[in-house]
C-alpha cells in the first residue's frame, strides 16, 4: 500500500488559498501514479486554531455537501486514490450555521473512495 501524507501551512480562516496551496503542491509534486492513500490534516483547509466556536462558525460545512469534502471527491478521481482530510462539520441534524450547544458540530474527517464515493466519515 502507498499512502502519501500532504502537509500544508493552512492559514486560519483563508479555506479558499489553503485550497489553492493544496492543489498547487500536489501539481509540483505529483504522488506516485499508483498511490492508494491520500492523508490531509485535520480541518486541512480552514485551519485549526480557532479561539471558540462562534470564531469558527462560518467555516463549518455540511455533512458530505461542503468544499472541503468536494476537493476530496475531485483529487480522488483525478489522482485515483482515496482521499482522506479532515473540516468543521455542521450535521445535518443541525439547521443553522451558528455554534451548536446540542453538539451538532463536528471536527470530521471524511475518506472518499478512487471514484469518487464516500465511505467513511468520523467524528
Not at 499512502?3 to 480562516?13: E, P, Y
Not at 479555506?15 to 485535520?42: G, H, M, Q, Y
Not at 476530496?72 to 462539520?89: M, Q
Request: net charge negative.
Amino acid at each position: 500500500m502507498k499512502i502519501a501524507v500532504l502537509q500544508l501551512d493552512s492559514k486560519i480562516r483563508d479555506p479558499e488559498r489553503n485550497i489553492a496551496t493544496a492543489d498547487a503542491l500536489l501539481a509540483s509534486n505529483p504522488p506516485p501514479k499508483d498511490l492508494d492513500l491520500l492523508v490531509l490534516p485535520e480541518l486541512a483547509f480552514t485551519g485549526y486554531n480557532f479561539p471558540s466556536a462562534e470564531a469558527i462558525a462560518p467555516y463549518l460545512e455540511p455533512t458530505a455537501a461542503g468544499r472541503t469534502t468536494q476537493w476530496a471527491i475531485a483529487t480522488a478521481k483525478r489522482l485515483r486514490c482515496h482521499v482522506s482530510v479532515g473540516y468543521p462539520e455542521i450535521s445535518s441534524e443541525s439547521t443553522t450555521p451558528e455554534p451548536s450547544t446540542t453538539h451538532h458540530n463536528y471536527n470530521t474527517t471524511v475518506t472518499v473512495s478512487p471514484t469518487g464515493e464516500i465511505i467513511c466519515h468520523y467524528r
